[in-house]
Nanobody, 123 residues
Framework: EVRLVESGGGLVQAGGSLTLSCVISGLSFDGFGLSWFRQAPGKEQEGVSCSSDGNTVYADSVKGRFTASVDNAKKTVYLVMNNLKPEDSAVYYC??????????????????WGQGTQVTVPS
């Protein structure tokens, strides 16, 4: 059974930082795209980052502020979020699916999802 378990969400003031973690069990990281998505109330799910084969792509809205990384030994994916803004408030989901290709940011791409963790940045 594949399981993805996120942690690290919370409330942080604008300009602050948070690090999300996602522990993945039941699959090998080789050949998979490991992604972060987010969904704010009333909005569609948005791809934040995708990592595969040593490379990571980011949504324009988070470039330069967010950094995703993969620790294969710990079976953990991280998302370091700096200079957080109120518009970053959302439920953040870890996911695994196809290698990061043209459609990496589509929520239809991942095959496996975590339960999500809430990030709140008050305005």
């Amino acid at each position: 059974e594949v399981r993805l378990v996120e942690s690290g969400g919370g409330l942080v003031q604008a300009g602050g930082s948070l690090t999300l973690s996602c522990v993945i069990s039941g699959l090998s990281f080789d050949g998979f795209g490991l992604s972060w998505f987010r969904q704010a109330p009333g909005k569609e799910q948005e791809g934040v980052s995708c990592s595969s084969d040593g490379n990571t792509v980011y949504a324009d809205s988070v470039k330069g502020r967010f950094t995703a990384s993969v620790d294969n030994a710990k079976k953990t994916v991280y998302l370091v979020m700096n200079n957080l803004k109120p518009e970053d408030s959302a439920v953040y989901y870890c996911s695994a699916g196809e290698r990061c290709g043209r459609y990496w940011s589509s929520p239809a791409t991942p095959w496996h999802w975590g339960q999500g963790t809430q990030v709140t940045v008050p305005s």
